[in-house]
């Protein structure tokens, strides 16, 4: 409420300042109003004085005047009608504040009924509650004294079956006895019983009517209360409608205003513009204004000269006109006094005058005298007119000499404002003067700018021919540079291509690879969740089963003690039957009758227990049916788990409803069975017991199912904890991998080195048989020799020096031929190896068969020089030949050296690492095939083209070394994109599981928060609420006992004064009466013990009398002030009682203005900790948001660095690589043209 005023109190606040606002402006717009119009007027007059080139700017200028006036009056008119709004606005408001004061005032009051039906219901439920108990105790007392009945009869029966064998007639009249005895005493005993119980029942009954009156009296009352509600409700969410709606207006009203206000300051802003530009052009019209100030000034004097004329022609009128009718009237008069005198004289004179002439001319005086005064009035009412006008013409004239003080103030303004203008015009004719030199020297440099163009436009001419010629030449170079970058993009675009499919086959194999290892583990994962789950469960439904057989086990048991004593009752009843037969002759036939109907509604609360023992069986049965069920249930949930792993959490959860929707109705089903079978299972002790037992195993298996959920949450952690590892391995697994990539760096440069390595000893190898033929120049010309004699004629021309040296070189040759041959068997396996595997990687062929196109015709141009030179070299083939071919196989047989140890490599890195064994499988067999081609294409041309120059072979094999290294600057393109990709893959795979465990994290961390304050919360109010009772417990408990203490010591001193009262008073009445009666006994006493010496007199006698009468006047008035005494005594005791009674129901009273005080608090304290509690968990909300926002920005800036990062390293790459590229094709050009 405090809250409520003081926003009541601020919007009035804002409305009257609001209101003074719209004043202040309302009182603006009229002075400015006034303004606009005394420049409407001076436009006028200074009209007449501008000529037609300042007409013009007038017009201009009065057209934006009225356009701001109507803009001014629209404004106006719209703060009038946003006002009118704003007040209506504010009134409906302030009528909506008052009905919600209202409807909170109502609210509380249905709180407190509320309150109160709540304090009902809670005591009409502990009466309920007192009532079963009650039930329960009379029910427990007959069963009690049923049971000592049938103890009783036992003993004697046995008693009975002792005596009748020794003692018959005894044992008879001794149990006739007896008998009488305990039913006399058993029917007294049940009489009364039965006489308490109905007159409980009856109690119970009525009570159980009034409180259920008072129940639909309560429920109607919270009907009522209900409807009450849900329609203040209403009521509340329209006014907030409402409330909103008129704050959207107030909203646009304040809008309205603002837009008003920024209008207006934009047209004043016009109107200053406007202004200066008049100043401005005003300003260069000195004489204008000087004419102006004339004419201005003979207005000044024909204004004042017509006024003067005007008021003085007024006053002269009026003068005139009251002179004519003042001389009209007193020639009107004068003429009738004449008339009248004439005729008085015209009559005859006579002495005797008529009594009623005399009395016509005094009437005639006295109206004269009337018409003279009605004269004089309106006399004095002409001049009091006169003086009237006369102040009303100086007013006017004051009026008009104010006016004309202005004017003057305006005119003395306007002559200043024209000594601006002057002072202005001098010094724009400075300025002219300073503009007219600068124009001379402005033409000057004009005249110097056109030479200067004329100038610039002949070299302009010129560079355009210059621009000209360079623009053809670099058209030319374009064209070339485009023909040069179309062949390299079409190379690289079939490069780009070759490599994209490779890294797509790649891809796809590494992401099959690391399926089906996730596939795997998560399989594995499944399998070992899935056998504990099943261990668990068949745990499980052992111990279950063992509970139940134990429960079947006691209800045989308990069936079969039933059985027996059924059988031992039916013995009974046989028994009791003969006995009935025997004693039917005796007289109390009908009360053993009532035995066995006793006995009998025994034997029906025996068959009904059986009943409901086989009604326990049947359930034992539904359960065993359930676990089946169940069973049945986890054998296809064990199905689906193979199939479907994220559908385990919605079976888990589909099995804890059933759980507790077993649980439920297992638990009504109980309580219905106890509310049913109350009185039954009171009846037999052995059925407590083993209702207690089914409890306490209910309690066990909800500790069971605890447990179970427990284990539950515990496989969940275990499963968290397992992805979480898993993450970790995975990130270990990238970790290995960027180590697996650098070794694999490393070996790539360590193989690039041995390929160097062995390129040199190819050119060493190459460069050999140049140094033999160059050193041993003589000798090959003898071997040619010796061979051409050996064929021919085998000429006997060899020495014996040269036959040695022939002799050395033949067996090396040959030695060199035996280890080619063998070589050469080695590579025909390896080459049968290696078209296998070329056949499966056709399609690679294919693209290398592209490239090798155009070596293929380089080749077939030297296969034409060949040509020509194997006519002349036919005979040295075969040895040339032969040594080419031992270079080959060396060559070949280092590059599988190579190829052998990489194998070896990787195989070792195959066994560490199981993900890249394809990929560098393919690589490495990629290569070694490429590599292979290429020396066999080589020692083709080596065999064809040996005798060629040296500068082709240095040629092809600088081609091949750029191929190679184009070859090796595409892997590692390769490598690095796969690189990437690989990197992008686990970052994003990063990024999810980040995101999922911090999603986790924050909901864990949330729902753990929320439950600490709650308990905390909780237990605060349970301890503040403890505390509070206690106090208020013994304060009460305090005033109680000052209240009793002073009431009771009040009590007592009032009392005690009374007493003291009485007896004083008492002792008064002694007193007197002691005095009064003393004198009597004393003349009494006289008189007897002188009776001789008195006598009898009568003066003693009537004395006497009179005493005794007066003695009984005392007597009865004594009387009846003692019956007043104990009247007042009575009455008071009774104000007493009534004081007690109502201080007693005082005290109710305010201790339940206490309690609904306290409850009032109490929820007054659970709201602000409700509320306090939601401010909480608005703000943990918003900490948990903004740090999930913060997270997420940081991940996604992370990212978006490493994007970036990796991006520019990717483009710097690419661009590196490019370069290289270029040199590189540069260089194979100059070769091709060399």
């Known amino acids: 409420e405090e809250d409520f005023g003081f926003a009541q109190t601020y919007s009035e606040h804002e409305a009257q300042s609001s209101q003074t606002q719209l004043e202040m402006m309302e009182n603006e717009l009229a002075g400015k109003q006034q303004e606009i119009e005394d420049l409407s007027r001076e436009l006028e007059q200074m009209r007449a004085a501008c000529g037609t080139e300042g007409l013009q700017q007038l017009q201009e200028f009065e057209a934006a005047v009225k356009q701001r006036d109507g803009i001014i009056t629209q404004l106006t008119a719209n703060l009038q009608q946003a006002r009118k709004e704003k007040d209506d606005i504010m009134r409906e408001f302030l009528e909506l504040t008052e009905q919600s004061q209202k409807l909170k005032i109502r609210f509380q009051q249905v709180k407190k009924t509320k309150t109160k039906t709540n304090t009902t219901l809670l005591a009409f439920v502990a009466v309920q509650s007192l ?29 009975k079956k002792s005596t009748e064998e020794q003692w018959l007639s005894l044992s008879s009249e001794k149990f006739k006895k007896k008998k009488k005895k305990n039913e006399s005493e058993k029917e007294g005993f049940n009489g009364r019983v039965i006489k308490e119980k109905d007159e409980l029942i009856e109690f119970l009954k009525e009570k159980l009517k009034e409180q259920e009156n008072t129940e639909s009296h309560l429920n109607e009352q919270k009907m009522n209360l209900e409807k009450f509600l849900a329609e203040v409700k209403e009521q509340l969410s329209q006014r907030d409608q409402e409330t909103e709606t008129l704050q959207l207006e107030l909203k646009n009203s304040k809008q309205r205003e603002r837009q008003s206000s920024d209008e207006i300051k934009q047209l004043m802003g016009t109107v200053e513009a406007l202004q200066k530009r008049y100043h401005k052009g005003s300003q260069s019209e000195t004489e204008i204004v000087q004419k102006k100030e004339l004419e201005m000034q003979r207005k000044l004097e024909q204004l004042r000269a017509e006024l003067d004329e005007m008021y003085g022609q007024q006053i002269v009128q009026m003068k005139l006109e009251l002179q004519q009718h003042h001389t009209l009237e007193i020639d009107r008069l004068s003429a009738q006094h004449k008339a009248e005198l004439e005729k008085t004289s015209s009559r005859p004179v006579s002495n005797v005058t008529n009594e009623e002439q005399i009395h016509l001319m005094n009437m005639a005086i006295n109206e004269l005298n009337v018409k003279l005064q009605d004269t004089s009035l309106e006399k004095d009412q002409v001049k009091q007119e006169m003086s009237r006008q006369l102040e009303k013409l100086l007013k006017e004239k004051s009026a008009l000499e104010s006016r004309i003080e202005n004017l003057i103030q305006d005119l003395n303004f306007a002559r200043e404002q024209l000594h601006r203008t002057r002072q202005n015009l001098t010094d724009q004719e400075h300025k002219l003067g300073e503009v007219d030199e600068l124009q001379l020297t402005i033409e000057d440099l004009k005249s110097q700018l056109a030479a200067m163009s004329e100038a610039t436009k002949e070299l302009e001419s010129k560079h355009e021919a210059e621009v000209t010629n360079y623009k053809i030449k670099l058209e030319m170079l374009e064209k070339e540079k485009d023909a040069v970058l179309d062949r390299m993009a079409e190379s690289q675009e079939a490069e780009l291509e070759r490599l994209r499919t490779q890294l797509l086959f790649s891809n796809e194999e590494e992401l099959t690879k690391l399926k089906e290892d996730l596939e795997k583990q998560h399989k594995l994962n499944i399998e070992n969740l899935r056998d504990d789950l099943a261990i ?164 066990k298996l909800k500790k069971q199912e605890i447990e179970l959920k427990e284990e539950i949450e515990r496989q969940r952690n275990t499963f968290s904890f397992a992805e979480r590892n898993f993450e970790v391995n995975f990130q270990e697994l990238q970790d290995e991998l960027a180590c697996l990539m650098k070794a694999k760096a490393e070996l790539e440069e360590e193989k690039s080195i041995r390929e160097a390595e062995y390129a040199a000893k190819l050119k060493a190898l190459d460069e050999e048989p140049h140094h033999l033929e160059m050193s041993k120049g003589s000798l090959s010309g003898l071997t040619v020799t010796v061979f051409e004699a050996c064929k021919e004629s085998k000429a006997e021309l060899m020495e014996a020096f040269e036959s040695e040296v022939v002799e050395k070189d033949t067996t090396e040759l040959m030695e060199k031929l035996e280890i080619a041959q063998r070589e050469k068997n080695e590579l025909s396996l390896r080459l049968s190896d290696i078209s296998e595997q070329l056949e499966l990687r056709q399609l690679e062929i294919i693209q290398l068969q592209q490239e090798l196109g155009s070596v293929k015709a380089e080749k077939e141009q030297m296969l034409l020089k060949c040509k020509e030179l194997e006519l002349i070299i036919s005979k040295r083939e075969i040895d040339i030949g032969q040594d080419g071919e031992t270079d080959s196989s060396d060559a070949v047989a280092g590059c599988i050296d190579s190829y052998t140890e990489s194998s070896t490599h990787k195989e070792s890195e195959q066994q560490i690492k199981l993900l890249q064994e394809k990929l560098i499988s393919l690589e490495m067999s990629l290569q070694n095939v490429t590599l292979e081609r290429n020396q066999l294409q080589l020692q083709q041309l080596k065999d064809r083209s040996v005798t060629e120059p040296s500068t082709v072979a240095t040629a092809q094999t600088e081609k091949e070394l750029l191929q190679q290294q184009l070859d090796a600057l595409k892997t590692e393109q390769n490598e690095l994109r796969l690189q990437m990709e690989a990197q992008r893959i686990c970052l994003t795979q990063v990024y999810s599981a980040q995101l999922v465990l911090v999603r986790e994290h924050l909901e864990t961390e949330k729902e753990h928060a929320l439950s600490c304050l709650k308990r905390e919360l909780t237990t605060a109010h349970t301890q503040e609420v403890k505390q509070l009772q206690q106090m208020h417990q013994q304060e009460l408990q305090d005033l109680k006992g000052q209240r009793t203490d002073g009431e009771t010591r009040s009590s007592q001193a009032f009392i005690k004064k009374l007493s003291k009262v009485v007896s004083e008073e008492c002792l008064q009445l002694i007193k007197s009466f002691s005095t009064i009666l003393g004198e009597e006994f004393m003349t009494t006493l006289k008189s007897e013990e002188l009776p001789n010496v008195i006598g009898t007199d009568e003066e003693q006698n009537t004395e006497l009398q009179l005493h005794t009468s007066e003695a009984k006047a005392l007597l009865t008035s004594l009387q009846m002030l003692e019956q007043n005494i104990l009247g007042e005594c009575n009455r008071l005791t009774a104000l007493q009682t009534q004081l007690e009674n109502e201080y007693n129901k005082k005290t109710l009273s305010v201790l339940f203005l206490f309690g609904f005080f306290n409850c009032v608090t109490d929820l007054k304290e659970q709201l602000k900790v409700r509320s306090a509690r939601l401010e909480e968990i608005e703000k943990l909300k918003m900490e948990f948001s903004q740090q999930r926002k913060e997270l997420e920005d940081q991940h996604s800036q992370e990212i978006e660095r490493l994007r970036s990062y990796y991006q520019e390293q990717s483009k710097e790459t690419e661009e590196r690589y490019k370069t290289e590229i270029f040199h590189l094709q540069h260089s194979l050009e100059e070769a091709t043209k060399s």
Do not use: W
Not at 141 to 149: D, H, S, T, V, Y
Not at 601 to 622: F, N, S, Y
């Open 131 to 159: 009532t079963q108990a009650a039930l329960q105790c009379f029910t427990y007392a007959g069963q009690q004294l049923g049971a000592k009945e049938m103890l009783n009869t036992n003993c004697l029966k046995k008693k």
């Open 536 to 699: 668990k469960h068949k745990q499980q439904l052992e111990t279950v089963q063992k509970d139940l057989n134990l429960k079947l086990e006691a209800l045989n048991c308990e069936r079969e003690s039933l059985v027996t004593e059924k059988n031992q009752l039916i013995s009974e009843i046989s028994k009791l039957k003969e006995e009935l037969q025997q004693s039917k002759e005796n007289s109390k036939t009908e009360e053993m009758i009532l035995q066995i109907n006793e006995l009998q509604m025994e034997v029906e609360a025996l068959r009904k227990e059986e009943k409901e023992k086989g009604t326990l069986e049947q359930e034992i049965q539904e359960l065993h049916v359930r676990t089946e069920l169940l069973e049945k249930q986890t054998k296809e949930k064990e199905d689906e788990m193979k199939k479907k792993v994220e559908e385990l959490e919605k079976e888990k959860n589909v099995l804890e409803e059933k759980l507790e929707t077993y649980v439920s109705v297992r638990e009504n089903e109980s309580s219905l069975l106890v509310r049913a079978d109350v009185g039954r299972l009171a009846m037999d002790p052995n059925l407590q017991k083993r209702i207690e037992a089914l409890s306490i195993e209910n309690e």
